[in-house]
């Protein structure tokens, strides 16, 4: 299985503060297609999980454009460069390069200060 | 607009089976192209892979769930089930139900949209 590791656990921002999650892979989601397949998700308390960012940096319809992806290979990062409070909740990367099982990291908190 | 709706039982006794449906509107479970499959989270726990269907009936399941899981489809009512067999109180989560897109290089990408999920107790 591929292990993906999140981190930090947990962040607590400023609103108008950037913030960065890191994603690293055990094995690379570069496909020979030359996409990386390495997604971003967003659950909100109560709410299934919504796709923010897919393969990599191509943020999803109506995502804002403070929400940015990137890297490639085994190492990837969202970051937000102005935390908003509608931006609380657990952040999720996910691979689907290889299944099964398709596998995500296991979640980072972002709370606002 | 494309929707999924899980259905089933909330409480399910340990080793029964769970049994869940996932009704779809919007779309065609017998579209080619896409997956429609099952993800898993227990209370404040992250996210777990149950398993996939393909639009031509090809399924992937999540080994560690040791051949208990089930994936199947009802076309003429546009619905996907998943049945999970010899349940302990391990198998208590929200159960999702979503769809995956496939690049034409046989990649599957990412889960969107999903089912608002539905909880399921195992307990006696």
């Known amino acids: 299985d591929i292990v993906m590791t999140q981190t930090p656990l947990s962040l607590s921002v400023t609103p108008g503060q950037p913030a960065s999650i890191s994603c690293k892979s055990s094995?690379?989601?570069?496909?020979?297609?030359?996409?990386?397949?390495l997604y971003w998700y967003l659950q909100k308390s109560g709410q299934p999980p919504q796709l923010l960012i897919y393969e990599v940096s191509n943020r999803f319809s109506g995502v804002p454009d403070r929400f940015s992806g990137s890297g490639s290979g085994t190492d990837f990062t969202l970051k937000i460069s102005r935390v908003e409070a509608e931006d609380v909740g657990v952040y999720y990367c996910?691979?689907?390069?290889?299944?099964?099982?398709?596998?995500f990291g296991g979640g980072t908190k972002v709370e606002i200060k | 607009q494309l929707q999924l709706q899980e259905s089933g039982p909330g409480l399910v006794k340990p080793s029964e089976t769970l049994s869940l449906t996932c009704t779809v509107s919007g779309a065609s479970i017998t579209a080619s192209g896409f997956y429609w499959g099952w993800i898993r989270q227990p209370p404040g726990k992250g996210l777990e892979y149950i398993g996939s269907?393909?639009?031509?009936?090809?399924?992937y399941y999540n080994p560690s769930l040791k051949s208990r899981a089930t994936i199947s489809a009802d076309t003429s009512k546009n619905q996907f089930s998943l049945q999970l067999s010899s349940v302990t109180a391990a198998d208590t989560a929200v159960y999702y139900c979503a769809r995956q897109g496939v690049t034409i290089f046989g990649v599957v990408t990412g889960y969107h949209p999903w089912g608002q999920g539905t909880l399921v107790t195992v307990s006696s």
């Open positions: 094995q690379s989601l570069l496909h020979s297609d030359g996409k990386n397949y």
């Open positions: 269907r393909y639009y031509s009936g090809n399924t």
């Open positions: 996910m691979q689907s390069i290889e299944l099964p099982p398709l596998t």
